[in-house]
């Protein structure tokens, strides 16, 4: 059972330019969520999605930023127009439904963004 | 905002335990507490989670008080490797994860 698949590891982007990030879950896995992570802080949450709904994206910018987990493949954040502030590492994770006993759920190696 | 408070760091000797604490006073009835450590810039790793009993794997133990507001995440072995960032939040699969900062963890030789 292969682990939480984050692609690419690397992107460069020049200044206006969009970025896209791709996560697939672990087999069996119906939630996914994104974190950005700015060097030497800690993990901010941006995006919680189910099958086809955005559950709760309070933590998403207003503008530029969208997110989708559609019903095939993989969730995609996407990022348009960026801007040498929106260089920082993207984690998502995954988890299945709660099923009446919590289950752990477990991170990609993250997406390294950097604009320039 | 994370529903966690844990101190900004640590310091343990290797080979001595590790004893992180936790903070989760506004824990809900069906929410679990969760560890996971990030090592330098990687991912975040599971290390144990658990709702209102004591909880043991082959990386650690976890520690819950009976009123469940607070927690103790232990280490028994601490290794140099076991230096990292450790997380503990709240979750129960239906709702979002929220980080805190965290307890950096330095293990001395």
């Known amino acids: 059972n292969a682990g939480v698949m984050q692609n690419p590891r690397h992107l460069v982007r020049r200044r206006g330019q969009e970025a896209r990030l791709r996560c697939s879950p672990m087999k069996g896995h119906s939630h996914v969520y994104w974190y950005r992570q700015l060097p030497e802080e800690g993990l901010k949450f941006m995006v919680y999605?189910?099958?086809?709904?955005?559950?709760?994206e309070s933590g998403m910018p207003k503008e530029r930023f969208s997110a989708e987990f559609p019903k095939e493949g993989p969730s995609i954040l996407r990022i348009q127009q960026v801007v040498r502030g929106d260089s920082a590492a993207y984690f998502c994770?995954?988890?299945?439904?709660?099923?009446?006993?919590?289950?752990?759920?477990?991170f990609g190696q993250g997406t390294r963004l950097t604009v320039v | 905002d994370a529903k966690t408070t844990q101190p900004t760091s640590m310091d343990c000797a290797e080979g001595r335990a590790a004893n992180l604490p936790c903070n989760h006073s506004t824990i809900s009835g069906n929410e679990y507490v969760y560890w996971y450590r990030q090592i330098h810039s990687q991912g975040p790793q599971y290390i144990i989670h658990g709702l209102k009993n004591n909880e043991t794997n082959e990386m650690a133990s976890l520690i819950i008080t009976e009123d469940r507001k607070s927690s103790t995440l232990i280490l028994p072995h601490a290794t140099l490797r076991d230096t990292a960032v450790y997380y503990c939040i709240v979750f129960n699969n239906n709702n979002d994860m929220r980080f805190g900062a965290g307890t950096r963890l330095t293990v001395k030789p």
């Open positions: 999605l189910q099958k086809e709904n955005i559950i709760d």
């Open positions: 994770a995954s988890s299945p439904a709660f099923g009446g006993r919590s289950t752990e759920a477990f």
